[in-house]
């Protein structure tokens, strides 16, 4: 059993800083990538950043420059930093990891249960 849990969400004012965490546990083999992304109300989940393991970050043109992806592949934890937050950054955060269960060869994607962030005045 793979688990997913989210934390670092909540009320912050425009202009702002947050810092979202994400621990995997359970029978994980590998992890591949982990990344974030959000769902604001009434709107199609999209990419925050993500990172693979041994490449590139990749983050979503709205939070460029505003935004870091790190992990620590010892505690199989990836955080999102986010700075200069906008009204527009208000969304529910998933975190997900793509990774090889044991006893399995397929990688497999699994999310967390999500974080709110909302940037409000």
């Known amino acids: 059993q793979v688990q997913l849990v989210e934390s670092g969400g909540g009320l912050v004012q425009p202009g702002g800083s947050l810092r979202l965490s994400c621990a995997a546990s359970g029978s994980i083999f590998r992890i591949n990538a982990m990344g974030w992304y959000r769902q604001a109300p009434g709107k199609q989940r999209e990419l925050v950043a993500t990172?693979?393991?041994?490449?590139?970050?990749t983050y979503a043109d709205s939070v460029k420059g505003r935004s870091t992806i790190s992990r620590d592949s010892a505690k199989n934890t990836v955080y999102l930093q986010m700075n200069s937050l906008k009204p527009e950054d208000t969304a529910v955060y998933y975190c997900n990891a793509d990774l090889i269960p044991w006893g399995q060869w397929n990688t497999r994607r699994y999310w967390g249960q999500g974080t709110q962030v909302t940037v409000s005045s």
């Open positions: 990172s693979p393991s041994g490449g590139n970050t």
